[in-house]
């Protein structure tokens, strides 16, 4: 049976966890695809690093270039992560003519067109199945499954963090910084947390998928993104009395009309309750891919951890081990250019209907002030929640606004700011019906 | 730019979605692949048949013979369906050495191993995405995206059909023989609908996916099936009472033990309401697949109808258009052997927990019978409904069953249905809670 030789750059928890995975079905592997992965040389921090599986001391160096520069090694694995030294050893592994799988999501956001050009010169394949969603094949089947369709939407909840403090939120009626206190003490959010929970991480990703799905690489400067931090309980109870759920949403929906192109985007979404996307809980991740063919799809499972991550990892190996078998080393490239338009629609021109949460002083007049600003503006309201207050206190006010452009909404939103009877910064967030 | 020729035999309902999203796409899916595809003969019933997207007249035919044998067609899509004389299309197809492309899971399911082998024996492949759950790309998730993993257990949503009915039946509190010839009558269910709601469709989906995941053409004689015909609305009002929902649900689970193998087989299940298996509802397949490295994942689409059917046969096509672009005719081939073991666990040696309704005089002691029978079987009674009745009359009642083998189980129910009191073959129905 043909050998093929694989190196690997980061041997902490996922590393490990790749690693472990070969050793339990490395067999299993060999037998499927009619080739034996064997692992050569491991780069790793240092020795005796914490990590949850062990790894085999004598395939362990604290040299990646030993890993790079190893004429026998076929595929080299890059686990390092970040967009610093990570860029570097990728670039000399796709420059030795060597296949690289990756996990690195923020790499590929930052300098996707690099690499891929680098690639491309030295004939060489650059895998990313597990940069987005983890376990879940998302990439092989917007690339490969869905080849015949165009994207109309894909929505994705791509940040297992996220997902878990906004499922804490809703299940228990907690704070926003409650759960995440917690999260970070038990391990499932990071310190500092910014990356996730501000939607960076959601970022890299969606920009990712998109690129994949419309055949342009997003520059993610013109990603609009928004995190999770301003979500509130009150927010959360008020979505649920209207039937919604709220999740953090990466989008990338295809927009028609006059000056056609993409949305992408990734902001906190009212989803209604029945829709599938709501019933995703915890640290898991889903996307809901809408194709022109194959109509409305989903994927769900794990979006990180060192074995989900594994799985994804080694089904890239895979996938370049029989390509190097077969002699057809680029039979599926790491990303091709197609499109139609490279425009990413900025939000001002996107339409979108609205959940708006204003603080106001509860006296006659103020809703009529606030209703007549959206009139004015053209914005319809669709519906109206002011729970009992008692007179000249701060209360919350909730509007659903019907279809309407963002640039619209956000200037009705600073005139309503600026009426002395609205005591804070309004709360708006978008709805999404899937429609 | 290459080209691939293509030739279908079917040009009815699918074959018509393919030869319309190909239309459609067809010039994105060259950008993508880097190959051109294109149709030169299709072989239909007749010019004129019904089929809701024109097919170029042009290119078709009445005679099949005409795609088989035309030398310049690289791939055939076989869209007939069934076990007759499709079997003897796809192989005249492959022994000519042609790529096949088959929808068709009644062939698989009966032939599968002779197909294979005329594949292998020609140099041939034979891919078959569109077989089980229309546009989800399940084929490819398992054989590919998780490849890196064992397959604990698969739990599929796999018939439409018979979704549509139980979510009707749940959602309305309707009877099944009432929603079934409402969905005669809308086109959602076949006149006679046996194949679909007596399980057989089921069966042969549920049988493919265990194949393909461990590695041993499942014989379907060995697939214990069950349809959903003895389904009542007081068994969905009971069950969701307890919690649950009622699915019809293809299984393929790993057996531990001193007898190691795999259970697979079909029939209506109770799964908790939280489960995200008991929101898939209407026409809409799904499949949780649990493998030991990804953990729980989940894939979700329609699983019927041109369109999506269409994509998934164009994702097969594109598929083969590559390997073919790159001389690499099996880089995937149809069908690997590699399974451990080959055994296909009786249902008798499975243990399963249970619904069961009996109707049963409403009389003293009737329940204490049913429960000395039980328990001289060593079957464990978790919980008892018996709703308020007049004496005298026949009741309902209602027991959950701990963990029991089925053939303990099939006993004492016979020995129950004995009891004079007991009026009605006793309705069982197995739960999963996917621990």
Known sequence: MQLVNLGMIGGGTVGSGVFHAWQKNGGLMAARLGVKLVFRKIAVKAFDEPRPYPIARNLMTTDWQDVVNDPAIHIVIELVGGTGIAKTMVLAALAQGKTVVTANKALLSAHGPELFAAAAKSGANLYYEASVCGGIPIIKSLREGFVANQFSAIYGIVNGTCNYILSRMKAEGAEFADVLADAQKHG????????????????????????????????????????????????????????????????????????????????????????????????????????????????????????????????????????????????????????????????????????????????????????????????????????????????????????????????????????????????????????
Chains 1, 2 share one sequence.
Not at 216 to 228: K, L, P, V
Not at 297 to 315: E, P, Q
Not at 404 to 426: D, E, G
């Open 188 to 435: 499932y959010a990071e310190t500092p947390p910014d990356l996730d929970i501000d939607g960076h991480d959601a970022q890299h990703k969606i920009g990712i998928l998109a690129s994949l799905a419309h055949g342009f690489w997003a520059d993610h400067h013109a990603i609009h993104t928004e995190g999770i931090r301003e979500i509130s309980k009150i927010d959360m109870e008020f979505a649920g009395t209207l039937g919604y759920t709220i999740k953090l949403l990466g989008i990338a929906k295809q927009i028609a009309g006059k000056k056609p192109g993409v949305q992408i985007s990734v902001y906190p979404t009212l989803i209604p309750n029945a829709h599938v996307l709501a019933s995703v809980n915890g640290v898991f991740n889903a996307c809901f891919v809408r194709g022109d063919i194959v109509g409305d799809t989903l994927f769900y499972g794990r979006g990180a951890g060192k074995d989900a991550t594994a799985s994804a990892v080694l089904s890239d190996v895979a996938d370049a081990a029989l390509d190097l078998k077969n002699g057809a080393k680029l039979r599926v490239p790491p990303f091709v250019a197609h499109a139609n338009t490279r425009r990413i629609v900025p939000l001002d021109e996107i339409t979108s209907q609205y959940y708006v949460r204003f603080s106001v002083v509860d006296k006659p007049g103020v809703l009529a002030k606030i209703a007549a600003i959206f009139a004015a503006a053209k914005i319809g309201i669709s519906s109206v929640i002011q729970p009992e207050g008692h007179e000249g206190e701060s209360v919350p006010l909730i509007l659903m606004i019907h279809d309407a452009p963002n640039a619209a909404m956000r200037k009705a939103l600073a005139k309503i700011s600026r009426l002395p009877a609205v005591k804070a910064k309004p709360v708006m967030l978008r709805v999404e019906n899937f429609s």
